[in-house]
């Protein structure tokens, strides 16, 4: 029986494949992260090339070395190289990769030597010193699957050589009186059968996990507080909205998918359809510039999209933002105040703010902030009544440095700000926001929401008849806008006023222009020469959204409606996530914003279609998911600095009085309940429940017990199968026969071989010895002869189950 | 007698583990410092990789069963094969299992390996073991040890399987041929009643199946007309007394291994082996017989001898029956034979083998011969 045993287990004790194979996976994976990280083609070559030859002579059951002096001198070479450079090289990172350079030479080298125990030791040790190297400095998204993939080749080869050194052990023991260690294959068989690939492979993966779940807790708690110290890369330039619009360039749209934004909104704030990030008000020459002063005093008001009831309340969103992008903040509306969690923001007028450069290399590639914004058309004079719930409830505690939204508006309103804000306070109040002093006096302003009051419609007039807001259209733009708006335009009673309903004006236009052109990157026959707009309209007939925007801007204004160029993003509701937004650089966008009589800036989007592009493919699917996933890496990688981790430690806590609280409770009701049953007879409600979730449990486990034991049953069977290539069927005489003996209680001994215990029970019961033996012979036969089935196999086993069925019925009168 | 084994799991780091631990520390010292965040994480997987470690080998070791098959007597200075019977009672397998003895002094173990026992099933292993003492040695228990998945703990169990091997003295060579003529060619007493021999004539009886026809007697067969043999008797075995004076100055040990040495080689040639030696319990009388039982006595009675004042060399001689000495053959051994040879009675076939006379006739086992005094 052993016979077919034996051979496999000699070979398995001297097989280097079954170590060196994932050992030189996990070499080469660590060597590609170096590679990768730090672009080195060279070391990749060079490593790809060794770990090709050693696995090609692998194969060939050889070991392919050179001559230890040369591999020695080798090393010392790179050892002095490393100290050399290490002594020359003053910056910390040159001496890193010198280091790493350093070990992989070591690696390639080991690669070719003649490999014993310490050499796998030393590979594996060097290995793993390259990739927690390579950590160091490196935090690119790919890492991580590559470090995973890592740690499971690597667990898996410390298994190997954990078994092949306690097999080499055991095979070098040699005691006092023997002359010479055992021969290996005696040893062998006492150790080993077969190789346990399956089972390593679940070890495995039950130690990657461990070892993930250990990895993932220390990325959470890693301290974050004590800065980058100038290790932190800055992103590199990403796309999204220009700081300009301009109609004369259209090779400049790039479209990416990469993330950046992540959005949520506050509670009990809508999904935002769009997040504005810059208003534009002069058009000139295809280019539109930000006027002088972006916000008036009703520059607070705005509304994500007409036809929704407007909110009342300070309303705020939370943006993850990636540094790189234009530092401004996106928030649906004009931002009054603005929370930056992390980062260096400064605020500027208008709602912006920047990110010095120098604050995004010592701090997270995200910049997390909260905007507060205003929903309500509501005037400078609500600010005050708006404004103090906002900063006793919120704002105090979220923002941080920011005491107030006022002082914001005091460090960062500009001058001609404050003046706008003239009509609507008295001189001491404008003092007052102008020096140190709190907003005292702004809460004697109680207004009604909603209206323009006549110092500010005023003021509103002043501003549009300012010739630094005139629009430059074109007589045959301005033709085409009166002629698509005929039936709507009513003559103005004075200079500036609108001629129509602005609202139904900019949707008229808007449905001329869908009609008229249609969505196109493709831009390549547009005249530079010519204006942007007229080109657009008369010529091309197709742009993408600045067009469009531009085009419904321009033809507004040349009918003295009120209206605006707006920047930011289109928020992609297809892409929420379980309460957040995703927003990538294709979602970049430009839109129209048109002042109504009611007070209010509407959106108005001309864009037709922008959004029905084909259906991605899969691998635009799978490239959208690797960008944000890239994001929350960064953003994990980064993000979580005391205050989350704090609030981290702060939620699990929550949840968890949580549950003890709830378990609590159930359990007193569970108490009091049983109480009532025993004392009165009544059933309440927590008994109820308390019987039906008892019988649902147990069901349950009876399910559980039943699926366990088909399961293996049909487990046990398809094992058999697969190894011994022949039904279990086929074994039940033998099944049988051994669970008749254990009713005669005859237990297999331990080592028992079958023929040694029928030969027992043949002995002790009276059973026939030579029937015995031929189903031991048969037994052997399936089990351990050659594979396919014996000639006239059928009728052997229906005779050999005869013959349990006789010794069942009666075996001491066989 | 041994310490009694207590059956608990204890986890150690080994020696790589220890350097490990201290390798990684620094590392997470310094990803700390830098504020490498990808770095800490890899802190973690390493540092987890112990964790694992101690884990996994604390539940591979509490599931497991051990028989042990393991021989009631051995010779001191042989290499003993020990067989363990390994159950894996738990659900998960059991992978890189050391199983070896827990080795009371003078004893020196090697351990068994099993690489795996998937869950629920069993392995034979196999270790060794030398004992370098002789006598009754009590083994406490069987210890279980992993170093597996990674080789940074160790885990230790220690099973309480209580049980006892007899190791008889180091059987050596003779280079004298002290029993040169075999019991079968030296026959000088009557014929044995036993048929089945080739000593003398014993009857004739019926051919049966798978005789050798060369014992036929054709001149019977002939003139009775069926098939008879002839049958011869069985020798009657010789009788081999050992005497051993083995008084405190004299080289005891070596003379236990040549009295076991001798004994065994009479066994072996059908001799019927006495014994009698005075030892702390006075003395000591094996009346000769023959057969692997007797063997085992004689055996185990020499290896667990202890000298003492229990009586001289005469006061033994004395307890022996003149006519029993005269009808076997006598080998004195003695220390000192001046000592000896006064007490002697005038027997034939009584041979005093004293320290000189031992070296010229035993070759003594090499790697006992090496060794100190018993521990």
New interface residues.
Partial sequence: MPVEAYTPAQVVTQARGRLERPLLGMVSLGIAAFCLATGSLVHFVCAALAVGVNLAVMRRQKEVYLHRSIVTAAVIVATIQLIAETVLSNAGEATLLSLQRYLVVIQLCKLFQQKGNRDYVHLMTTSVLLVVSVTLECRQAWLLPLLVAYLALGAYSAMAFTIKRGLDAVLARRLVTEPAPPPPQRVAWNAIHRWPRGLLLKRTAAAALVLGAFGATALVLAPRAGGGGGLGAVPHAISGPGETVSLDSPERLKLSNEVLLRVRPGAGSPVPAYLRGRVFDVYERSRWHAGPRETGPEGFTSQPAPGLPAPRGPRSVEVWMAAGLAPRAYAPATTIALGVARGQALGKSGGEWGLPPESIQANAPHVHYCAWFLPEPVGAYDLGRLVRPLRREEIAARLGRMSSPWAYLRQNASDREKQAMAPALTPAQVRAIGTDEPLGPLRAFQGTPGRLSKPQADAVAAVLADPQYSVAATPLVAQLARQWCQDLLRTPAQPGEAWGDPLAVAQRLRERLTERCRYSTDLTDADPARDGVEDFLFAMKRGHCEYFASALTVMCRSLSIRARLATGFAVPLEEARGGDILVRGRHAHAWTEVYTNDGRWVVVDATPGAGDAAEASWWSQWADRWQGWRFDWQEGLWGLDPAAQARLREWIYDRWSDVRAAASEALSAVGDGLVELTARGQVTRAVLWLGVAAAVLAAAVAALIVARALWRRTATARRVHRRLGRPLRDLRFMTRLLALLRRRRLVRRPGETPRDLLRRASAALGWPAPALTGLVDLYYRLRWGPPGDPPGLPAQLAAAERLVDQLARGPRSQ | MPARVKDRIRLHLTR?GWVYVAVVLL?GF????????????????????V??SA??AWRMLRKVEV?R?LPERDWQ???IHV?Y?L?NRGRG?V??L?VAEIAPAGV?T???????I?AGG?????G???A?RRGRIELPGIELRT?????LVCGVRRVPAAATIVIWPARGSLRRPLLARGAAQTSSAAPSRASGGQDEFFGLREYRRDDNPRWIHWKRSASSGTLVVRELARARPEVLWIVLDAHPGAPGETMLRFAATLADHAFARGYRVGLAMAGRGGVKLLAPGPGRGRRAEVLDALAQYEAGAGGGLGQTLELLRRRRLSEAQVVVISGEASSARGALPRVTGLTLIDADAMGRAFQDDP?AAGEGPCP
């Fill in positions: 790589p590392l310094a990803a700390g410092r830098n504020g490498a965040v990808l770095m800490f994480g890899m802190f973690g997987c390493l540092i987890g990789a964790a694992y884990i996994s028989h098959e200075y042989r290499t067989g019977y159950h397998s992978l890189g050391e020196e090697a351990a068994g390996y099993g690489v795996s998937p069993g392995f034979r292993a196999g060794r073991l030398v370098r170093r597996f998945p990674f080789g790697a």
